[in-house]
Each structure stands twice: as C-alpha cells, then as structure tokens.
C-alpha cells in the first residue's frame, strides 16, 4: 500500500528512540510508532481492510540499524475477517501483511530514504493452517534490508495461544522517492 506522507508533529528526527548503533527499543519509539498508526486509521477510518489494524495492538516496535526493524502487532480474528468455511479469508491475511509490512517502514524512513513507503512489488504470502473467529494472532514483521531501491520484509502470522505458524509472508517493495536532480 503506497501511503501519502504527511506531517507528524511528534517525529522531530530521524531516530527519536536513541542510538541507531545500538538495539533500540523504548517506549519513546514503540509510543510514537503507536501514535502514527493512530493518525493513519483516521485517514482510513471507513476502509474494511485497515479495521483489523485499527484494533490491533502493537507488542514491539524495534529498530535494529538506520535501515533494519522488527514490529508485532496482537490482534484477535474478528467475524468480518472470515470466509463462508469460518476461518480467516486468504485475501483478508494478505492485505494484513501488505498493510503491516507497508507501514513499518515508518520506523527507518527519512526524507531522503523511503519517505513515500514504496510500492508493492511482490507480496508472496503462504498459508498453513486456518486460523478461526477469535483467537489472538501475532503478526510478527521484519524489515530484512532496505536498500536506495529496493526493501525486503518478512512477516508471520502465529496463534499466540500455541505459536502455531498460520500463514508467512515475503513482501518486496520499491522505492518510488523521487530521485534528486544531479547538477
């Protein structure tokens, strides 16, 4: 999902969380990441696809490096999510982990560096077993490289009540910034 940027007061940097070098994880980067999520939901408040991330919670948000970053989110399996067997519809876990890898990018973007979130350029998702009306899922996301071009995340949807594997997923994006103008 290509998301429009716009202005969030409480990013004043390109790391509010601390020392890149180090593994960074605090409430600072966990609440802010939290807090854009809130503002994305009330720019899609009637889109049925992004209501499962506006009920989702937000168990880690962790960025690894200026390019790498871990997010899990905990949902519970809602009765909009399922098809006529019951159990969760393929193309609802798809457009899930398009969405929650898409948006992760939050975490290590800059202006000069996936600023625009990208565009899909494959979503490979395969499915192991169903996943029924309400059990808490974690969806566990990580950025594994981002380069000037191209990004890499990967992503497992887990029972949480077993850690079951319900379905993975290998999301590939481009960079569609605009490129500076050499002089």
Wanted: aromatic fraction near 8%; proline fraction near 3%.
């Amino acid at each position: 999902m290509t998301m429009r940027p716009r202005k969030a007061d409480w990013w004043q940097g390109e790391n509010p969380g601390g020392n890149t070098k180090e593994r960074v994880q605090n409430d600072v980067l966990k609440g802010g990441f939290t807090k854009f999520l809130e503002e994305d939901a009330k720019v899609h408040e009637r889109s049925a696809l992004l209501s499962w991330l506006q009920a989702a919670e937000v168990v880690e948000a962790v960025k690894t490096s200026n390019t790498t970053a871990r997010v899990t989110y905990r949902f519970t399996v809602q009765r909009t999510y399922l098809n006529p067997g019951g159990t969760l519809q393929g193309g609802m876990a798809a457009s899930m982990f398009d969405t929650g890898t898409s948006i992760m990018l939050q975490m290590i973007r800059r202006r000069d560096f996936w600023w625009h979130f990208g565009t899909t350029r494959t979503l490979n998702v395969t499915y192991l077993r169903p996943a029924a009306e309400g059990e808490v899922l974690l969806m566990e996301c990580e950025i594994v490289h981002a380069g000037k071009a191209m990004c890499l995340i990967t992503a497992k949807l887990v029972r949480e009540s077993d850690r079951a594997l319900i379905c993975t997923c290998e999301h590939q994006k481009f960079n569609i910034d605009p490129v500076p103008a050499k002089m």
